[in-house]
């Protein structure tokens, strides 16, 4: 029996004990080394993390959207976890470029306990992110996240498995663990388009149109950004374009053995002056971000 009035009274109380986590979150990168290597530019390795932070970011939300939503209770925790994968590769990413160059980080108001990964996530607006628009676009159909998974998440996986010999430890130690998170994630994606492929005459019409839909933005995952540019010169990042050959092969096996036609629709063009890398995005990021960021925006000072 308890003292209390209420069963709920408890949750008040300011013992952190109580809670599974505490109530604070410590610093991602506490105990971690975070002095930039020899030949390492600070702000050309935080402008790259936020690139590969914010690709994470946007998608885990969108695949997030899923929860509740996907075909079967199976498929809706599958999608969830593979959205906190990379959810939590996205805050050691944000908080790597806040660490790597303080001044990528919002200003928030006196007092504001937000961390700066957090300040990351929910204080910039759509044109200061730096994603790729491949994964912003809407959920569409389920063949549609399908086919934005499977081409997602085997460009990630041959990126972080170069990325495991950065000269930047922070980015080599978050690559490692990742590898084996978008491993599965890619294998799920792959598994689910042969199911479909290969199922009925609908889901099979169903994974073509989602191919369709996403593949015009794909080609956007190998343009090498004069930030890309740097960071595979200064040893810490990767030139995506060094990634189509390997990707490409992956791609044609599934395709192939799915009885699946590569899509011929052509590539989307930039917008305006830049693409995704750009701080360029489509409207469906704006939408987005409104209802992500809604809540800490409301509250800056406040704590949870």
Same mark, same amino acid.
């Given at each position: 029996m308890t003292d209390h009035t209420s069963a709920y009274d408890g949750l008040l109380g300011d013992d952190s004990a109580q809670w599974a986590f505490g109530q604070d979150f410590e610093d991602p990168l506490a105990g971690v080394d975070t002095t930039l290597a020899a030949g390492v530019d600070g702000a050309a390795l935080a402008a790259y993390c936020l690139m590969l932070g914010d690709d994470a970011l946007v998608h885990s939300h969108r695949l997030s959207q899923w929860a509740s939503n996907a075909p079967d209770l199976e498929e809706d925790i599958a999608l969830a976890n593979i959205a906190l994968d990379l959810l939590g590769q996205a805050r050691l990413l944000l908080a790597?470029?806040? #660490?790597?160059? +303080?001044?990528?980080?919002?200003? =928030?108001?006196? !007092?504001? +306990?937000? +961390? *700066?990964e957090d300040a990351l996530a929910f204080f910039r607006d759509d044109a200061d992110f730096r994603n790729v628009r491949l994964v912003e676009g809407e959920n569409g159909d389920f063949a549609v996240t399908t086919a934005r998974l499977l081409l997602f998440s085997t460009h990630r996986l041959a990126l972080l498995k170069r990325l495991r010999d950065s000269v930047d430890p922070v980015l080599a130690a978050i690559a490692a663990k990742g590898v084996k998170e978008v491993a599965y994630h890619r294998d799920h994606a792959a598994r689910w388009c042969l199911t479909l492929a290969r199922g009925t005459e609908e889901s099979r019409r169903r994974m073509r149109a989602g191919l369709d839909v996403v593949w015009p933005l794909h080609h956007e995952l190998f343009r090498t950004h004069p930030v890309e540019a740097t960071a595979? @010169?200064?040893?810490? !990042?990767? $030139?995506?374009?060094? %990634? #189509?050959? $390997?990707? $490409?092969? /992956? %791609? @044609?096996?599934? /395709?192939?053995?799915?009885? /699946?036609?590569?899509?011929?629709? *052509? *590539?989307?063009?930039? =917008?305006?002056?830049?693409? !995704?890398?750009?701080?360029?995005?489509? @409207?469906? %990021?704006g939408r987005m971000l409104a209802e992500m960021q809604v809540v800490a925006r409301a509250h800056p000072t406040g704590r949870w």
């Amino acid at each position: 029996m308890t003292d209390h009035t209420s069963a709920y009274d408890g949750l008040l109380g300011d013992d952190s004990a109580q809670w599974a986590f505490g109530q604070d979150f410590e610093d991602p990168l506490a105990g971690v080394d975070t002095t930039l290597a020899a030949g390492v530019d600070g702000a050309a390795l935080a402008a790259y993390c936020l690139m590969l932070g914010d690709d994470a970011l946007v998608h885990s939300h969108r695949l997030s959207q899923w929860a509740s939503n996907a075909p079967d209770l199976e498929e809706d925790i599958a999608l969830a976890n593979i959205a906190l994968d990379l959810l939590g590769q996205a805050r050691l990413l944000l908080a790597r470029a806040a #660490a790597a160059d +303080p001044s990528v980080v919002p200003a =928030l108001p006196a !007092g504001s +306990p937000v +961390p *700066p990964e957090d300040a990351l996530a929910f204080f910039r607006d759509d044109a200061d992110f730096r994603n790729v628009r491949l994964v912003e676009g809407e959920n569409g159909d389920f063949a549609v996240t399908t086919a934005r998974l499977l081409l997602f998440s085997t460009h990630r996986l041959a990126l972080l498995k170069r990325l495991r010999d950065s000269v930047d430890p922070v980015l080599a130690a978050i690559a490692a663990k990742g590898v084996k998170e978008v491993a599965y994630h890619r294998d799920h994606a792959a598994r689910w388009c042969l199911t479909l492929a290969r199922g009925t005459e609908e889901s099979r019409r169903r994974m073509r149109a989602g191919l369709d839909v996403v593949w015009p933005l794909h080609h956007e995952l190998f343009r090498t950004h004069p930030v890309e540019a740097t960071a595979a @010169e200064q040893g810490f !990042g990767v $030139d995506p374009a060094g %990634l #189509a050959a $390997d990707v $490409d092969v /992956l %791609l @044609e096996q599934v /395709l192939s053995v799915g009885g /699946l036609d590569r899509p011929t629709v *052509p *590539p989307t063009g930039p =917008l305006g002056r830049g693409a !995704g890398r750009d701080g360029r995005h489509t @409207e469906a %990021l704006g939408r987005m971000l409104a209802e992500m960021q809604v809540v800490a925006r409301a509250h800056p000072t406040g704590r949870w």
